[in-house]
């Protein structure tokens, strides 16, 4: 089997493993354990200027290489094109992008300085997959390198349509970019959709039918039995005495504007608003670790929530309970499986998702014998597998409210039912069998469009 080689814009920590390691690094374990494998990016850190000779470590079958990024490029690369341009025009927010022809020179300069230190690491027959929006550019500057390797992109985030992606200065580069894949895999059938609209109406039509949907998982197992036996644990069972016998509603995620924030909290103060009657019998906990805090955008949805919180909380609060519990510090994830199994209500709302693997998580999470309940925003890709959610309009507080209404007084026998549908998508799914599914369409063994979608 030829060498795999994995190219992110962050590396994982090879001593980091199983409960602490990221999303890609849990889906890509399985490949990476089974063949000869190299996993390229940055190191996280910064330098006076990008490097230009990776460090390599080798762990088990794999090895790390990084580069670091030089002050410069990490603010237009990373905190600029990538983190205040590509992430809100991608999630469909053109409005609040900032663009800057010093951040996307800084965009190109990044990606050619990754491609020109992995070209020398590579062998003939390795076949390449390349993940996310900050290397829209790499497999281009590659191939200008004279690499001839299989090269495979997938994208995490959504692609909006091409209205909105059009939006961006140097649409059409970037376009251009992702024709140099051989694969491109994107979460939905409407991401997919959108990426083909894009390519055909920009000349590349032969690209857009090497475009394929492959949902991206969890590891299942691993999380539901991570969940159970943190149940027993101090801090969920602090947590547990803490509630008095009252439900738990939880939310997980990022401080991040696409994860529609406000309107859950709006839509939970809606909640107690409307029907009083579940005043008192329900603590809603989010937890929102701040992240990206250096971009503007961040801070001010920072002081929208601070203060959201702050007024239900004042509005509606008892000298014994108070309606939202808000943490903006980081959770161990093995703690944050625990408290979903004794949440009643998991509250996913993204304004937008490529997936949202919380909203898997959750389902995971679950004591099978009493299962809680999803209440998902259509707009997360993960809403086109989980059927067995409450699916609600984000942007509504009133539907959230609703739902979490009708959550609340949801019979045991049809929890049970909506969550098995619900497990069996998300066992069956995993982060394995997507890897899996987008290498065999890599390799030539199926038609990227066919081997997508496939569920
Ligand atoms: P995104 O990649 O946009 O952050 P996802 O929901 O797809 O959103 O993935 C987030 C991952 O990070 C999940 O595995 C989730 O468990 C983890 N995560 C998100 N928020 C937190 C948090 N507050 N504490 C611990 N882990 C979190």
Known sequence: MSRLVVVANRVPDPREGGATAGGLAVAMKDALAKRDSLWFGWSGKTAEETGTEAAQVRHGSTTYATIDLGHDDYRHYYQGFSNAALWPVLHYRLGIARFDRRDYGGYTRTNAAFA?????????????????????????????????????????????????????????????????????????????????????????????????????GIDAAGFASLAARRVGSKDVVRLRDSLAGRSLAIGVDRLDYTKGLPQRIAGFGAMLERFPRHRGKITFLQVA????GDVAQYRTLRRELDEGVGRINGQMAEPDWAPIRYITRAVARPTIAGFMRVARIGLVTPLRDGMNLVAKEFVAAQDPVDPGVLVLSRFAGAA????????????????????????????????????????????????AAWCRRFLSALEGHEAVAEAGSSL
């Open 384 to 431: 086109v597998e989980l059927d067995g959610a409450l699916v609600v309009n984000p942007l509504d507080p009133d539907d959230i409210a609703e739902a979490l209404d009708v959550a609340m007084d949801m019979p045991a026998d049809e929890r049970l039912d909506r969550w098995s549908r619900m497990w069996a998508t998300v066992r069956a799914n995993t982060a």
């Open 289 to 292: 670790p701040v992240s990206r």
């Open 116 to 216: 020109a230190a992995l070209a020398p690491l590579l062998r003939p027959d390795d076949t390449i997959w390349i993940h996310d929006f900050h290397l829209f550019l790499m497999a281009a500057e590659l191939r200008r390198l004279g690499c001839r390797q299989r090269i495979g992109f997938f994208l995490h985030v959504p692609f909006p349509p091409r209205s909105v992606f059009n939006g961006l200065p140097h649409a059409a580069q970037l376009l251009e970019g992702l024709a140099s894949m051989d694969a491109i895999g994107v979460q939905t059938e409407d991401d997919a959709e959108n990426l083909r609209g894009a390519l055909i109406a920009g000349g590349m039509g032969e690209a857009a039918m090497r475009v394929g949907a492959f949902a991206i």
